[in-house]
């Protein structure tokens, strides 16, 4: 009977522990390859969850910004109407906590809504520079109310566009 030679399964052995060892590294690269995807696509759906959260953010000052600047111009508005009706002057710088807000609202607000605020605060000065204190309460308002009024209504529409509001509509059950 012939023996094997030592040299074959010397061979096998060392063409095994060849096989084993490239089993092993071809299934970590594949693990990491696996691992490297689920991490960059988690990091993608953080991403997309911070950006929604910062818009959101964004959105909310947004709002705050438009309520506080119509919150300041409308006191400053019954100020002009105390001035003008009652006979009390306005304060020095009477305009002061409007055009602050005006400056945060330009801040947050798309260009259309800062655009209309300041035509908003314009007209909001001239109608308080225009009223002469003490005057006789007026049947008709003021060019400059009107103006003021006109450019109020604008801005809603513009703050309601901004914000995906829609304007209400008419009831027809009260036409």
């Known amino acids: 009977?012939?023996?094997?030679?030592?040299?074959?399964?010397?061979?096998?052995?060392?063409?095994?522990?060849?096989?084993?060892?490239?089993?092993?590294?071809?299934?970590?690269?594949?693990?990491?390859?696996?691992?490297?995807?689920?991490?960059?696509?988690?990091?993608?759906?953080?991403?997309?969850?911070?950006?929604?959260?910062?818009?959101?953010?964004?959105?909310?000052?947004?709002?705050?910004?438009?309520?506080?600047?119509?919150?300041?111009?409308?006191?400053?508005?019954?100020?002009?109407?105390e001035h003008g009706y009652e006979g009390a002057s306005l304060p020095p710088h009477w305009q002061l906590p409007a055009f602050e807000s005006f400056l945060r609202l330009q801040i947050f607000a798309v260009q259309g809504v800062s655009e209309t605020a300041l035509e908003v605060y314009k007209c909001l000065l001239d109608w308080g520079l225009a009223q002469p204190p003490g005057a006789e309460e007026q049947e008709e308002p003021t060019s400059e109310e009107i103006d003021f009024n006109t450019a109020l209504s604008a801005f809603f529409g513009a703050v309601r566009r901004d914000l995906g509001v829609d304007p209400p509509q008419p009831d027809p059950a009260v036409d």
């Open 1 to 81: 009977m012939g023996t094997t030679p030592l040299w074959v399964p010397l061979l096998v052995a060392g063409m095994g522990l060849v096989a084993t060892l490239t089993g092993v590294l071809l299934t970590a690269r594949n693990a990491s390859r696996r691992e490297d995807l689920r991490w960059k696509r988690e990091r993608e759906r953080e991403r997309e969850l911070w950006a929604r959260e910062d818009g959101q953010r964004t959105l909310d000052h947004r709002g705050e910004a438009y309520i506080d600047f119509y919150t300041k111009v409308r006191e400053c508005s019954l100020r002009i109407h």
